[in-house]
């Protein structure tokens, strides 16, 4: 079965920690996406990757920096984390542009970050 | 930009009838897809059903169809024969043609009565 895994499915750390948020796809997918979603806001776009190496700034980067070294693995960071960053990030891949990409994204089952 | 609308932040059914969630949207493009997900207390986001902007039919995934209504920029959710698992959160998706970027409504939360 094919899937996105994220590394931890509950974390709490402090204010002004760097905060590492692992995503693993087994799908050969180009494409991945890291999203925040926040009670009454839904869906949020943080940054997107469509290749090794290639970043793109989403909606709300700000806060966020993010790593893609190899092509299944997408890392989201926090620099410093604070408590305005406490939230549900949703890593999540696709085919490559156009054509099977518009069949919808594949979601890992997401990580409940707390910062105190 | 695009903007995705779900005015609804809350609805209930009783099982075994039938719910229609609303969705609308806003864009210039004419290439486009649209999209309901369904996120159950597992937190894992489902998809529901898709739809190809191009197409005039409207999508039907078994008890899941949509109402497409182009020309007023609406993609409703009817869900027939509503069964407790279907208690989740729905988020309706709008997808760019060109850039495949998924853009998310602010999400339902529908309840299945016994």
């Known amino acids: 079965d094919v899937k996105v895994t994220q590394s931890s499915r509950y974390l709490v750390k402090r204010t002004g920690e760097k905060v590492f948020l692992e995503c693993v796809q087994d799908?050969?997918?180009?494409?991945m996406f890291w999203y925040r979603q926040d009670p009454g806001l839904g869906l949020r776009l943080i940054y997107f990757s469509y290749d090794v190496k290639m970043k793109e700034k989403g909606d709300i980067p700000e806060g966020y920096s993010v790593s893609r070294e190899k092509k299944e693995r997408f890392s989201l960071i926090l620099e410093s984390a604070s408590t305005n960053q406490t939230s549900m990030y949703l890593c999540?891949?696709?085919?490559?542009?156009?054509?099977?990409?518009?069949?919808?994204?594949?979601f890992g089952s997401g990580t409940r970050l707390t910062v105190v | 930009a695009q903007t995705v609308t779900q005015s609804q932040p809350e609805m209930s059914v009783q099982e075994a009838e039938t719910v229609t969630l609303s969705c609308t949207y806003d864009?210039?493009?004419?290439?486009?897809?649209l999209f309901w997900y369904k996120q159950p207390p597992s937190r894992q986001m489902i998809l529901v059903i898709r739809q190809e902007a191009y197409k005039q039919q409207n999508a039907t995934e078994n008890r899941f169809s949509v109402n497409f209504q182009k020309a007023a920029k609406s993609f409703s959710l009817k869900i027939s024969d509503s069964q407790l698992g279907d208690t989740a959160m729905y988020f309706c998706?709008?997808?760019?043609?060109?850039?495949?970027?998924?853009?998310f409504g602010k999400g339902i939360t529908l309840s299945v009565r016994p």
């Open positions: 799908m050969d997918h180009e494409n």
């Open positions: 998706a709008f997808m760019n043609g060109a850039n495949s970027k998924l853009t």
């Open positions: 864009t210039s493009e004419s290439n486009y897809y």
């Open positions: 999540a891949s696709s085919l490559s542009w156009g054509g099977n990409s518009n069949y919808g994204y594949t």
